[in-house]
């Protein structure tokens, strides 16, 4: 028997209902990548629509972005992983100059910083409360990120030696702070930022977003004791 070459770039896809969505997104991943798509729960077909647009499907059936983003960690194989958002407001394509400054070890994680491209695409009450972890994120760390968006790249091995814990809304902070702790290399670039299709499950309404900020907030009290150590 056998077997496909190993890819070294595998994309997480976290998904919650987002079958309007899924082809768009699908057909901006890279050639030679593969999409991930962790299925949150979905009841609108997502999975089935993602499997025949060539996907490789993970079920996570515990609600939670970080529950599915890290489903998405943990069935990767490739050296490198990328994570976006499944809901066509971030196109996977511009993960390319993330993965390729990984690639030459010029950092250790990649972050996109949200542009909107029109008032719609990012709500006022969302982006007030990214700010405002934006700062207390600078405040426990030093850094001085201007955003917490999906879109990043790292490589594999390293992220699960973070020991991630948070399976809610305070995934991607933690991250961020567990690899400030550890010493990594963080790069931020600029990402265009579309309305999203449909109504988004975490920082849509006020509600979420507080719930959102609420996560992210427990997540900068922790105390720099884990081991994880620097990729390089």
């Not at 057909?27 to 060539?54: C, H, K, Y």
């Not at 996109?112 to 990214?130: C, D, I, K, L, Y």
């Not at 973070?162 to 600029?190: C, K, N």
């Amino acid at each position: 028997m056998t077997f496909p070459p190993p890819r070294d770039v595998d994309v997480v896809l976290p998904c919650l209902n987002e079958a309007e969505a899924l082809p768009w997104v699908l057909a901006r991943i890279p050639d030679g990548w593969r999409a991930l798509v962790v299925d949150n729960g979905s009841t609108d077909g997502s999975a089935q629509i993602a499997r025949s647009l060539g996907a490789t499907v993970v079920h996570e059936p515990r609600r939670g972005f970080g529950a599915a983003c890290h489903a998405g960690l943990a069935a990767a194989l490739a050296d490198i992983v990328c994570f976006c958002d499944c809901d066509a407001s971030l196109d996977p394509s511009l993960l390319v100059r993330f993965v390729d400054e990984i690639r030459r070890h010029e950092a250790d994680l990649v972050l996109g910083r949200r542009r909107p491209q029109s008032r719609g695409a990012w709500p006022v009450h969302a982006r007030a409360g990214n700010l405002t972890l934006a700062r207390l994120l600078r405040r426990r760390t030093g850094l001085r990120l201007h955003d917490l968006g999906p879109l990043r790249a790292a490589r594999r091995e390293p992220l699960l030696a973070l020991g991630l814990t948070d399976r809610r809304s305070g995934y991607p902070l933690q991250m961020v702070v567990r690899a400030a702790d550890a010493g990594w290399r963080i790069a931020e670039y600029d990402v265009p930022y579309l309305p999203r299709s449909g109504v988004s499950k975490v920082t849509g309404t006020w509600r979420g977003t507080w719930q959102a900020v609420r996560d992210m907030s427990r997540v900068l009290q922790e105390t720099p004791a884990h081991e994880g150590g620097s990729p390089r």
